[in-house]
């Protein structure tokens, strides 16, 4: 299985503040097919996970864009441009070019 | 509005069954890949099965094969989880969610418990 490594663990921001979290695959995500299925996911205390990045950079609906997406290959960056209150939670990249789709282990963003 | 409700968690002892299953409305059922992800209590995401549109395709994690079958009733909108020989480690919330190269929708998840 693709093994995906988020770093930092846990991520300590104030409000306004830009941060990014890294997300390394054991393979390749680059599909024969051309497209690079690496999505990110926040998951609020509890409540369901909601997607915000798709094929690495584009945005879901209703996402705002301070969400940005980059990479290629095996390294992937989700950056938050300013962070505000309602952005903490957890943050989740997951690939879905090889089965089984799998997860990173999660980035923990708190609020100072 | 896509909407995806679970039910049918609970607890029950190892060795026993359980049924999930996930009403979908808001789109058409028939159109998309299904999937259940798992998320047990503290820990991350975790795939458990995938069935396509039709249902004629399946997929499942290691740890579940031979014990779980995912299934989908098109006409109803309904999407099932039966789950054989539960064991402990199978303890989790269990999500369905409408696979599209990714998971772009969500259920709130339905708890089940595996204990004596």
């Known amino acids: 299985d693709v093994v995906l490594t988020q770093t930092p663990p846990t991520l300590l921001a104030t409000i306004g503040q830009s941060v990014s979290i890294s997300c390394r695959s054991s393979?390749?995500?680059?599909?024969?097919?051309?497209?690079?299925?690496l999505n990110w996911l926040l998951q609020r205390t509890g409540q369901s996970p909601q997607p915000l990045i798709y094929l690495v950079s584009k945005l879901e609906s209703g996402v705002p864009n301070r969400f940005s997406g980059s990479g290629s290959g095996t390294d992937f960056t989700l950056k938050i441009s300013g962070v505000e209150a309602e952005d903490l939670g957890v943050y989740y990249c997951?690939?879905?070019?090889?089965?089984?789709?799998?997860f990173g282990s999660g980035t923990k963003l708190e609020i100072k | 509005e896509v909407q995806l409700v679970e039910s049918g968690g609970g607890l029950v002892q190892p060795g026993r069954s359980l049924k999930l299953s996930c009403a979908a409305s808001?789109?058409?059922?028939?159109?998309?890949?299904m999937a259940w992800v798992r998320q047990a209590p503290k820990k991350g995401l975790e795939w458990v099965a995938t069935i396509s549109y039709d249902g004629s395709s399946t997929y499942y994690r290691d740890s579940v094969k031979g014990r779980f079958t995912i299934s989908r009733d098109n006409a109803k909108s309904t999407l099932y989880l039966q789950m054989d020989s539960l064991r402990s480690e199978d303890t989790a919330t269990y999500y369905c969610a409408r696979q599209d190269g990714g998971f772009a929708y969500w259920g709130q998840g339905t708890l089940v418990t595996v204990s004596s």
């Open positions: 997951m690939q879905f070019t090889h089965y089984p789709p799998t």
């Open positions: 393979q390749s995500l680059l599909h024969s097919n051309g497209n690079t299925y």
């Open positions: 808001g789109f058409t059922f028939s159109d998309y890949n």
